[in-house]
Nanobody, 114 residues
Framework: VQLQASGGGLVQAGGSLRLSCKAS????????MKWYRQPPGKQREWVAG???????SYVDAVKGRFTVSRDNVRRMMYLQMDRLEPEDTAVYYC?????????WGQGTLVTVSS
């Protein structure tokens, strides 16, 4: 099972980025997928999730600004991030649980300048 995140970069406050996560080695459509982030010097935190039934959930800090989605045919999960704030600066990771074990992508760095 592998997850590969991409799409990070440097953006000014108020801007947008779209992160992608490619999954392989699993029957993607059956799995809840999640985004986490780890700000500099802080612990990793959950950001958003999407179930196999496309039910979405978000941490309060990103509600109304971030949108998680998935494409089961392409085995992709996305995180559309709008109205970015400097506090959103972090390494973003995609995640799923496979056979009770957390599987992590390699992370993609998002830097939001003020």
């Amino acid at each position: 099972v592998q997850l590969q995140a991409s799409g990070g970069g440097l953006v000014q406050a108020g801007g947008s980025l779209r992160l992608s996560c490619k999954a392989s080695g699993i029957n993607f459509k059956l799995y809840t997928m999640k985004w986490y982030r780890q700000p500099p010097g802080k612990q990793r935190e959950w950001v958003a999730g999407i179930t196999s039934g496309h039910v979405t959930s978000y941490v309060d800090a990103v509600k109304g600004r971030f949108t998680v989605s998935r494409d089961n045919v392409r085995r992709m999960m996305y995180l559309q991030m709008d109205r970015l704030e400097p506090e959103d600066t972090a390494v973003y990771y995609c995640n799923t649980q496979y056979s009770g074990t957390d599987v992590w992508g390699q992370g993609t760095l998002v830097t939001v300048s003020s």
